[in-house]
Each structure stands twice: as structure tokens, then as C-alpha cells.
């Protein structure tokens, strides 16, 4: 804005300056043409007065034919000069004119009637146009002067005009060249800077790089693409993790098939025999068959889970009142302890009963772990327009911080007997809805929260 507002002001300073010194010029030439015409009238008049003193002279009237052009030109340049005189000028002009014009009377009936006959009238009349003439000829140089005068005053003014513009225009030009290299400035801390910042950003991330971020220290449009970046870092990250996810968990599918294949056949040959020696009558040998029959079905719960992570999700959806359905594993786990349900909002979405059911479980059975002593709050909110959220908390230690990074792993786990299989599985479910599955902060115990889509759009036949 101050540059544009420099530039109009060296604009407007040099058209003021232009019109200044065009006023300075015309003054000049208006003088001179002024001058020049009041030297025609001083001409003419002469002229004039010369003419009649041939006819003093040679005493007959043969110049009175030049005489009445000289007079007619006379009156012509006075009619000229006119316009182009103003204050004492002019009046001295009109002085002029009125002793042209006693001239003449004196040339027609003083001088003209006595001119063959000579004698003192003749010399007096021509005495009378020679004292004319000369106080024509007087005013005449007044005015030239006077004009001059004034021609030279222009003229200095006009040189004053053009040093005081170009100092303006020099001191314009240097405020407009300050102002410019503060915009260049400005521009570059403001657009440049910022501008390859976010290139660099983009760099990084088109190298692979996806911690790149941009800190969007401004609330204008590069603010605003910065926040952008930053959105699409975080979701590429997101979709990077998901594909490792993905990756990971074909991998473990292909190994739970071939595990479920090689293992669960001697696993159930193991349980068989395993049940047959439970029914001897020693008790010693019974209890070893039971620890062995629950090893057995520990192993077998484990390929279960694995299996449960690595085949694709195909969901059954239907409306579903999630606050019953949290009501009914409540009830349910009841035996074990007690546990609290808590709903508000509309709670009915469209999910798989089923698999919803299965992640509730196993976080309140996670929750009943963790706290044995504690009351666990199972949380259904529905004040959320685009999705359910069902939170699970609990009043044990929290979750280790180290373990928090890999605890949607599989076999992520600190339990002695747990196959670290139930958080993966719940947050694969999860994901099958088009939800997620994650652990909130809180300041005791741990929280887990499962966001539910109201219009989830699982992928059909997908891996989870």
C-alpha cells in the first residue's frame, strides 16, 4: 500500500511539476509575443510619422498614399497587441493609440493644409507630430521593458520550477526505492520464506520422509496451505501404517494357515489323548492332564487369534442399539465384577452386533484385568452426529509408556498367560467399520475409546 501510495505521489508530482512548468513556459512566450507586438505597433507608428515628415519635406502629397497604409498597418498592430497586454501595459497601450490617432488629426489639419505653402504653421505642426512621436515611441519602450522584465522573471521562475521538481522528483523517486526494497523485504519473510519452507516440506515428503512438517505461524492462505501439508503428512503417514498393517497382517495370515494346518491336527490328537488320561484315577495324573489340556487350548486359542487377524472382516450390518448391546456384556461379565454402563445421545447405528460385541469384551475383560479392585465404566455417547463413541475405562495402573507405541501390535502383551492377540483383533474389527480403536489419555487408569462411523462402508472383502 505505501508503495503504490509513492508511486501515485511521484505520479502526481510530476504532472503538478509538468503544469508548472508548462504555466512558466506559456508566461515566457506570451511575453515574448507581447514584446514582439508592441515592437510592431513602435514600427508602424514610425513608419507612419516618417511618412508624413517626406511630405514635410518634399512639401506635396505624394507619400499620403503610403502614409494611409503605414497608419492603417499602425491601427492593426495596436488592435493586435491588445489582447495580449493586461494592467498599466494595456493603458499605456491605449495612450499609444490615442497619440496615433492625435497624430493623424495633426498630419490631416495642421500639416496637410499648409504643406506646399511652408511658413511657421508647417514647422509648429510638424513640432507638434515630432513631440508626438516621440511620446509614442517612449511608451512603446515602456512596455518593451516592462515586457522583458517580465520574460526574465518567467524565465527565472521557470529554472527555479525545474530545480524544485527535479529535487522532488529525485526525493519521490529515493522514498518509492526505500519503500520497494521494504516490500522486497517483507515479501521475502512473508511469501518467499514461508513459500520454500513449504516446498522443502514437500520435498521431504515426496522423498518418503513423512515427519516432515511446516509450523503455520500465520493465519493467511500460506497459513492455511501449511495446515493442509500438514493435514496430508499425518494422513499419508496414516495410510503408510495402515499398508505396513496390512502387510504385517498377510504375513501372519499366511503363517497362521500354515501354522493352523501343521499344528492344529497334532494339537487335537494331544487333546484327545491328553483327555483320556485325565479320566484315570490318580489324581496326581489328573491334574497334570488338565494343566496339559489348558496348555493345549491356550495353543489353540492362540492360532484361533491369528487366524481371526489376518482373514478379511465380511460385516453384517444392522441397526444395533449400542447401549443394549453394552448393556448385555455388562451383564454378562457381571460374575466377575461389577461394571458400569453409562449412555446419552442416539446410540443406534448401523454396525455387525457381533464383532462389536467381541472388542467390548475384550476391553472390559482387559479393564477387569488391570483393575481386579476397581470399578470399570463402559461410556456409549451418542452427542457426536457422525459417529458413536464407546469408551471403556478403567482405574488400574494406565498402560506402560513404552508399551504404547506397539499396543495395537500383535502379541503386544505384559500378561503372563495373554497371547497379546485381543487389542490387534478388536482394532482390525475396528477398522472393518470404517472406526478406530484407540487409547485416550487420562489422568488414572487407561481409557480406551471405539469410534463407530454411523454410515461405515467396510470394504467387502477386505483384509482388516
Known amino acids: 500500500m505505501l508503495l503504490v501510495t509513492a508511486v501515485i505521489a511521484a505520479l502526481s508530482v510530476s504532472a503538478v511539476s509538468q503544469a508548472v512548468l508548462s504555466a512558466r513556459a506559456r508566461d515566457v512566450r506570451s511575453a515574448d509575443h507581447a514584446i514582439a507586438a508592441v515592437q510592431r505597433v513602435s514600427i508602424a507608428v514610425r513608419d507612419a510619422y516618417a511618412?508624413?515628415?517626406?511630405?514635410?519635406?518634399?512639401?506635396?502629397?505624394?507619400?499620403?498614399?503610403?502614409?494611409?497604409?503605414?497608419?492603417?498597418?499602425?491601427?492593426?498592430?495596436?488592435?493586435?497587441?491588445?489582447?495580449?497586454?493586461?494592467?498599466?501595459?494595456?493603458?499605456?497601450?491605449?495612450?499609444?493609440?490615442?497619440?496615433?490617432?492625435?497624430?493623424?488629426?495633426?498630419f490631416t489639419t495642421s500639416l496637410l493644409p499648409h504643406v506646399e505653402g511652408g511658413g511657421a504653421l508647417l514647422a509648429e505642426a510638424h513640432d507638434r507630430a515630432l513631440d508626438l512621436i516621440m511620446e509614442a515611441q517612449e511608451s512603446a519602450d515602456r512596455i518593451a521593458a516592462h515586457l522583458e522584465a517580465a520574460a526574465r522573471a518567467a524565465e527565472a521562475a521557470t529554472r527555479v520550477a525545474e530545480r524544485w521538481t527535479v529535487a522532488l522528483q529525485l526525493a519521490v523517486l529515493a522514498v518509492a526505492l526505500l519503500l520497494s526494497a521494504a516490500v522486497a523485504l517483507s515479501v521475502d519473510r512473508t511469501i518467499s520464506r514461508p513459500l520454500l519452507g513449504l516446498e522443502a516440506a514437500a520435498r521431504r515428503l515426496a522423498a518418503?520422509?513423512?515427519?516432515?512438517?511446516?509450523?503455520?505461524?500465520?493465519?493467511?492462505?500460506?497459513?492455511?496451505?501449511?495446515?493442509?501439508?500438514?493435514?496430508?503428512?499425518?494422513?499419508?503417514?496414516l495410510r503408510e501404517k495402515r499398508l505396513l498393517d496390512a502387510e504385517r497382517l498377510a504375513g501372519i495370515g499366511r503363517l497362521a494357515?500354515?501354522?493352523?494346518?501343521?499344528?492344529?491336527?497334532?494339537?487335537?490328537?494331544?487333546?484327545?489323548?491328553?483327555?483320556?488320561?485325565?479320566?484315570?484315577?490318580?489324581?496326581?495324573?489328573?491334574?497334570?492332564?488338565?494343566?496339559?489340556?489348558?496348555?493345549?487350548?491356550?495353543?489353540?486359542?492362540?492360532?484361533g487369534g491369528l487366524l481371526d487377524l489376518?482373514?478379511?472382516?465380511?460385516?453384517?450390518?444392522?441397526?444395533?442399539?449400542?447401549?443394549?448391546?453394552?448393556?448385555?456384556?455388562?451383564e454378562r461379565m457381571g460374575d466377575a465384577?461389577?461394571?458400569?454402563?453409562?449412555?446419552?445421545?442416539?446410540?443406534?447405528?448401523?454396525?455387525?452386533?457381533?464383532?462389536?460385541?467381541?472388542?467390548?469384551?475384550?476391553?472390559?475383560?482387559?479393564?477387569?484385568?488391570?483393575?481386579?479392585?476397581?470399578?470399570?465404566v463402559l461410556d456409549v455417547d451418542g452427542d457426536d452426529p457422525q459417529a458413536v463413541h464407546l469408551r471403556v475405562r478403567d482405574q488400574g495402573p494406565g498402560v506402560a509408556p513404552?508399551?504404547?507405541?506397539?499396543?495395537?501390535?500383535?502379541?503386544?502383551?505384559?500378561?503372563?498367560?495373554?497371547?497379546?492377540?485381543?487389542?490387534?483383533?478388536?482394532?482390525?474389527?475396528?477398522?472393518?467399520?470404517?472406526?478406530?480403536?484407540?487409547?485416550?489419555?487420562?489422568?488414572?487408569g487407561a481409557c480406551f475409546e471405539l469410534r463407530l462411523p454411523r454410515s461405515p462402508r467396510p470394504a467387502q472383502g477386505g483384509s482388516a
Not at 501390535?409 to 478406530?436: C, D, I, W, Y
Request: net charge negative; proline share 3%.
Open 310 to 330: 489376518a482373514r478379511p472382516q465380511r460385516l453384517n450390518l444392522a441397526d444395533t442399539d449400542l447401549a443394549a448391546l453394552a448393556h448385555e456384556v455388562a
Open 208 to 237: 518418503g520422509d513423512l515427519t516432515a512438517r511446516v509450523a503455520p505461524e500465520r493465519d493467511d492462505e500460506i497459513g492455511s496451505l501449511a495446515h493442509r501439508l500438514n493435514e496430508m503428512a499425518v494422513e499419508l503417514d
Open 51 to 106: 511618412h508624413q515628415a517626406h511630405t514635410v519635406i518634399l512639401q506635396n502629397r505624394s507619400h499620403l498614399g503610403h502614409y494611409q497604409k503605414a497608419l492603417h498597418d499602425a491601427r492593426a498592430a495596436l488592435a493586435t497587441a491588445r489582447p495580449l497586454l493586461r494592467g498599466r501595459d494595456l493603458e499605456t497601450l491605449e495612450s499609444i493609440a490615442l497619440g496615433l490617432e492625435a497624430l493623424d488629426e495633426n
Open 402 to 444: 513404552e508399551l504404547r507405541p506397539r499396543l495395537f501390535e500383535p502379541f503386544a502383551t505384559t500378561k503372563a498367560k495373554g497371547t497379546g492377540l485381543g487389542l490387534a483383533v478388536s482394532a482390525s474389527l475396528a477398522r472393518a467399520h470404517q472406526g478406530e480403536l484407540n487409547l485416550v489419555d487420562t489422568a488414572s
Open 337 to 376: 465384577r461389577r461394571v458400569e454402563v453409562h449412555a446419552r445421545g442416539d446410540v443406534v447405528t448401523a454396525v455387525d452386533d457381533g464383532k462389536v460385541r467381541q472388542i467390548l469384551h475384550n476391553l472390559v475383560q482387559n479393564a477387569i484385568e488391570a483393575a481386579p479392585m476397581g470399578a470399570i
Open 257 to 303: 494357515a500354515g501354522v493352523a494346518h501343521e499344528i492344529n491336527n497334532p494339537l487335537g490328537v494331544m487333546l484327545g489323548y491328553a483327555r483320556l488320561i485325565e479320566r484315570r484315577d490318580d489324581e496326581a495324573i489328573r491334574r497334570d492332564a488338565r494343566a496339559i489340556v489348558d496348555e493345549i487350548a491356550r495353543c489353540q486359542s492362540i492360532v
